[in-house]
């Protein structure tokens, strides 16, 4: 099969031809049709994240069909939990002492095949087409999780604008809250796209909001949006960082967190996360703005990403068919 490998953090993936994986008895085999691009799989390329698995095959936004019986399947992060351990026992298996993470500590989707444990991947329906997909599979599940964190949060500010957030405005929207998108200062393609996905405002990460927030979720990996965020958040407010990775969050007073303010992050999903959220996308509809790129170009994918030239999510597009509305 072909995929493309890294061999070592902070070097590019190289393009491999590779034997196809075998399957143990839990896992099944899958073709794999898109594979959504995160921001997660920056920071494992770029040596961010502590002991990936190397060489390594990225990716865990997948769609594609179990070879044995064609069934369309969505391959997440979490690729496996020991359900023995104290978060495991209590609904928490995202938080799995032992938990392996697709495109992470187990390969994943950037090539032709991939395996996964049956018990962790997704069944999907035949539309949409897989491209549009498969950024649910992290971006929305992750998003999702977060806006969950929000509770009956009316007034929602996101901060980053990128593949989870167009997802999490539309769901957000769909509840009858009310969002308020930051992104770049100056980013006025971004801005008009969230207003384009139903935002009442957006603006600069430098801007206040015309409105007090109920809750604010920070997807873009900048530590200084925390107390930036926190300083736009009401009283009772929760600020949710939704990223695996962060730059620094520098000191603040204790002043912006006083009024029972919040500060939390998100880790991981559990399988609960998708079973509520993929026939919710599916009946909002949540529809993905994406880029699409063919597998062997998967760097370049990376580094649009790295320097904010995406509008929406980017894709590797591995068959021919992941476009093509079926
Ligand atoms: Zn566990
Ligand atoms: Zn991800």
Not at 72 to 84: D, M, Q, S
Not at 170 to 196: H, I, M
Not at 228 to 244: H, K, Q, S, W, Y
Not at 251 to 273: C, H, K, M
Request: glycine share 10%; proline share 7%.
């Amino acid at each position: 099969m072909r995929a493309m490998v890294l061999n070592a953090p902070s070097e590019p993936l190289l393009e491999r031809e590779l034997d196809g994986p075998e399957s143990t008895a839990d896992e099944v085999l899958v073709r794999v049709e898109a594979c959504g691009v995160c921001r997660t799989d920056l920071h494992v390329v770029d040596g961010e994240l502590p002991d990936p698995k190397l060489p390594l095959v990225p990716g865990h936004q997948v769609v594609g069909r179990v070879v044995e019986t064609g069934e369309r399947v969505g391959i997440p992060w979490l690729g496996w939990t020991c359900g023995e351990c104290r978060y495991c026992r209590s609904g928490r298996e995202n938080l799995c002492v032992r938990a392996l993470f697709n495109g992470y500590t187990r390969d994943g989707g950037y090539a032709e095949l991939a395996t996964v444990d049956r018990r962790y991947a997704f069944p999907l329906a035949a539309e949409p087409a897989a491209a549009q997909l498969a950024p649910l599979l992290c971006a929305g599940l992750i998003g999702y999780r977060a806006l969950r964190f929000c509770g009956d949060a009316e007034r929602l500010g996101l901060y980053g604008f990128g593949s989870s957030a167009h997802i999490v405005c539309q769901v957000a929207r769909n509840q009858g809250r009310r969002v308020f998108a930051l992104t770049s200062p100056g980013d006025s393609e971004t801005q008009a796209f969230a207003r384009e996905l139903g935002a009442e405002w957006a603006g600069g990460s430098d801007e206040r909001p015309p409105d007090e927030l109920d809750a604010a979720i920070v997807f873009a990996p900048v530590g200084t949006l925390v107390p930036a965020a926190l300083r736009a958040t009401a009283p009772g407010g929760v600020v949710v960082c939704a990223g695996i990775h962060m730059s620094e969050i520098p000191a603040f007073p204790y002043e912006i967190l006083w009024g029972e303010r919040q500060v939390r992050s998100v880790a991981n999903l559990t399988r609960r996360d998708g079973e509520e959220l993929l026939p919710l996308a599916a009946e909002v509809p949540v529809r993905t703005t994406v880029t699409e790129y063919p597998l062997e170009r998967a760097n370049e994918a990376l580094d649009d990403l790295r320097s904010g030239r995406i509008t929406g999510a980017a894709v590797l597009a591995v068959t021919d068919g992941a476009h093509r509305r079926e």
